[in-house]
């Protein structure tokens, strides 16, 4: 019996008429891809998954794991990681950076005016009732002056290539992103399994992620010179604890619970073993309503009483600040080329995926009737939860989003169903095309810098459009090029 | 005016976090001439202002203790002798923030079908009339009786039973109003009844809660569903909100484990009554 050591490049690979990222044609390599195509194509399939197995062992060791969010009593699992690496042009990352920096700062442009004067509502441009309606938007937050005007210290956004090539902001993360962890270890572990073809490339680094984090957290601190920033965790129970721990370590912070802190004159202070301490800076990781008892949802064991209050003293900051989850409502999110013309004058640097806004009768019209081809979000949901496949779903389905759409039109937006750009992906023993997204991380203090890279997410399952880890997605390391000279 | 609040434990807690929301808020009919809080034991009194422009205070007491005591002592020129008399400047229309806050659904006051269907036939009316039309029709269909609702208690609960106190009576009002897109809020204040026979009775010893409602002929103006009154010189502010969850007067978490008992004492009498000429 004789094995088939075929190569991973085996020809045939096929983009079937999507984008894909390393082949322009069948058996046409994209020029950057072309290092790492030849280095593919001497490998030998079981070599592969050799290295394959290596990375998932190194991932389990270092505890690398999420729990699934809607299962509570679900296993923690590692997420599923391709050896392949995606990688992006210099001169396009310039773009992609430059575009993200224009969103992030109107974005806080805008929400420092829904809080204060609320110019943009006085004007028809956008619906009040949108904006002040929105579940994230907190009232209880308004006329605050946040440290240097920044409301969203870290921003994750989901950028996607439809079939020509273009990228698209397709949401942004304005609450408590997550999924950065990934971009480290995941090169970390890279490094490791790939060291030749990593060598091959000048690739951009990543590891300073932390201490691009750290050093936004010190900027925006009320006075101290010297501030101590926490990281504040809802606890081993959430799907993201691993990134928590990984980040608070990174930093060189303490990572706390609710319990670990408490306000008393007007102050945030941390238990320790030598008696209380000052806290100036709260990276929190726990959603508004349960950020305190007193405020919010009072059934919460997560927070901190007083929080709110000490936080509008501005004797403390929250990062990211309270109430940026109005501003990443999907219905809201339509509005934001609106919203750079009116805080900038500029048009989008990159554009926004066309989104029908159900609150709209006219667009509510048309959703309904071509719910078949769209895709259909909760305007609130993330992680791919709350959402229509219009083409992959039965009828069933259909006929229910159109119910829901109906009886709650300001809880959904539809978009239409793109068609991912896809890149090789490793299956079993060789190369199969698989739909991506791309998460990159904006940390915004005195500056906006964008992290060179990103979590490259995948939807493993042939043909799925969805790349959430929670819905059977892996991930890839994202290289993003020095320069393009080569 | 003096607003005293016992809080009192079993055994020794620490950590005791208060937001209170006793005053002072000033506006074109009251000014607050005097305020103090003083609290026992010793703790820290911080003010800031809340999101809805109320004067807020975060008292904390970090050590040990087994009460706390909260003495609010005010003193307020009240103005307002004839509450259907119209300002003199038209008043300026709210801007979206107003709009949104008091007139959509909040967490105790959602929207509810009876709400619409008892307010409906009441929407062709000049809305400063509507409002009092709709108060006068709390009142009489609503029993003011202490003991089946609590601070949480939300709108529907109350519809279904008919009855609740000062603080259901003005959830009640809000919903009718909103249903026929009449701003409104809620207050948080006291009535200052002394030896006026005229002077609205219910809830001279407590705090008390009423209505306001935004109309485009008389701005806002309280209206008082309990006593079935317009809000005058009698009723002094504290504080405004969405409804009662945004403004209790008081509200407090502790560490520790021991069962918490409250008392609340308020005494208000007038010092002098200007004549209404002098003014």
Redesign the interface.
């Known amino acids: 019996m004789t094995t088939d050591p075929r190569t991973p490049t085996a020809p045939t690979y096929a983009p079937d008429g999507f984008w894909d990222e390393m082949f322009e044609a069948p058996g046409r390599v994209r020029p950057h891809y072309a290092d790492l195509a030849r280095r593919l194509a001497t490998l030998a399939a079981p070599d592969v998954a050799k290295r394959q197995r290596a990375a998932e062992l190194s991932f389990q060791a270092q505890g690398i794991t999420f729990s699934v969010n809607q299962d509570p009593g679900g296993p923690e699992k590692t997420m599923p990681f391709d050896l392949v690496p995606r990688i992006v042009r210099a001169d396009e990352w310039a773009r992609i950076e430059r575009g993200l920096e224009q969103r992030v700062r109107v974005l806080n442009l805008f929400l420092h005016d829904i809080y204060h004067e609320?110019r943009i509502?006085?004007t028809n441009l956008i619906p009040?009732?949108l904006v002040?309606?929105a579940r994230g938007y907190?009232?209880?937050?308004?006329?605050v002056d946040v440290p240097l005007g920044v409301y969203t210290h870290v921003v994750g956004s989901d950028l996607v290539r439809d079939g020509q090539g273009t990228w698209y902001v397709l949401e942004d993360n304005l609450r408590v992103p997550s999924g950065v962890s990934y971009v480290v270890e995941n090169r970390r572990v890279l490094k490791r399994v790939w060291p030749q073809i990593f060598a091959d490339y000048r690739v951009r680094p990543v590891e300073g992620y932390p201490q691009d984090l750290l050093d936004v957290l010190r900027a925006v601190a009320p006075g101290s010179d010297d501030p101590t920033v926490v990281l504040l965790t809802p606890g081993v129970q959430n799907s993201a604890f691993f990134e928590h721990a990984f980040l608070a370590k990174s930093m060189g912070i303490d990572l706390v619970q609710g319990s670990d802190l408490?306000?008393?004159?007007?102050a945030v202070y941390m238990r320790t073993t030598r008696g209380r301490r000052r806290v100036d800076v709260i990276y929190r990781r726990v959603d508004d309503d349960f950020l305190d008892?007193?405020?919010f949802r009072a059934d919460s064991l997560l927070g901190v009483?007083?929080l709110l209050?000490?936080s509008?003293?501005n004797r403390v900051t929250l990062a990211n600040a309270i109430g940026t989850g109005v501003a990443d409502d999907k219905a809201i999110y339509a509005y934001v080329p609106t919203l750079i013309k009116y805080y900038l004058g500029e048009d989008e640097l990159l554009p926004n995926v066309k989104t029908y806004v159900a609150d709209d009768p006219s667009e509510r019209a048309y959703i309904l009737e071509h719910i078949a081809e769209l895709v259909v979000k909760s305007v609130n949901e993330s992680g791919g939860y709350g959402m229509l496949i219009g083409p992959h779903a039965p009828a069933a389905d259909l006929e229910e989003y159109r119910a829901r759409v109906l009886q709650n039109p300001r809880g959904y937006i539809a978009q239409p169903t793109l068609a991912l750009s896809r890149h090789p992906t490793w299956s079993v023993d060789h190369l199969e095309g698989r739909h991506i997204d791309l998460r990159p991380f904006i940390l915004y203090g005195r500056d906006v810098k964008v992290t060179p890279g990103g979590l490259t997410r995948v939807a493993l399952r042939s043909g799925s459009l969805v790349v959430n880890s929670s819905q059977g997605g892996g991930a890839k390391d994202t290289w993003v090029l020095e320069s393009d000279a080569c | 005016m003096e607003h005293r609040t016992q809080l009192a434990y079993s055994a020794d807690i620490v950590?005791s976090?208060m937001?209170a929301r006793l005053g002072p808020r000033s506006d074109e009919h009251q000014r607050w001439i005097a305020f103090e809080l003083r609290v026992e034991p010793a703790a820290?009194v911080?003010r800031?202002?809340?999101?809805?422009g109320n004067a807020?205070y975060?008292i904390?007491v970090?050590r040990p203790h087994h009460e706390v005591d909260v003495v609010m002592r005010g003193q307020i020129e009240t103005t307002l002798t004839d509450p259907f008399q119209p300002p003199r400047a038209r008043p300026t229309a709210l801007?979206?923030?107003d709009?949104?806050?008091f007139l959509?659904p909040s967490p105790l006051v959602p929207s509810a079908l009876e709400l619409v269907t008892t307010a409906g036939p009441f929407r062709d009316q000049p809305a400063f009339d509507a409002v009092q039309s709709l108060m006068h029709l709390v009142h009489e269909r609503f029993e003011y009786r202490p003991d089946v609702t609590n601070v949480e208690t939300s709108v529907t609960e109350v519809l279904s039973h008919a009855s609740g106190v000062c603080q259901d009576f003005a959830h009640v009002l809000i919903g009718l109003c909103r249903a026929i897109g009449i701003p409104s809020r809620y207050v948080s204040g006291y009535i200052v009844a002394g030896a006026d026979p005229d002077a609205p009775k219910r809830g001279a010893d407590a705090s008390h809660a009423w209505v306001e409602a935004f109309t485009a002929t008389h701005g806002w103006r309280g209206f008082d569903p309990t006593n079935d009154l317009m809000a005058s010189e009698h009723h002094v502010k504290m504080a405004v909100g969405?409804d009662y969850h945004d403004v209790p007067p008081t509200?407090?978490?502790f560490?520790g484990v021991a069962e918490e008992t409250l008392a609340v004492a308020v005494t208000a009498r007038p010092v002098a009554t200007t004549s209404s000429s002098g003014r």
């Open positions: 609320q509502l006085r009040a009732e002040l309606g907190r009232r209880e937050f308004r006329d408490f306000v008393d004159d007007a008892p007193l405020a009483p007083g209050a000490t509008r003293m | 950590e976090v937001d820290s911080r800031y202002n809340d999101g809805f807020a975060l904390t970090a801007g979206p923030g709009t949104a806050d959509t969405r509200r407090g978490t560490r």
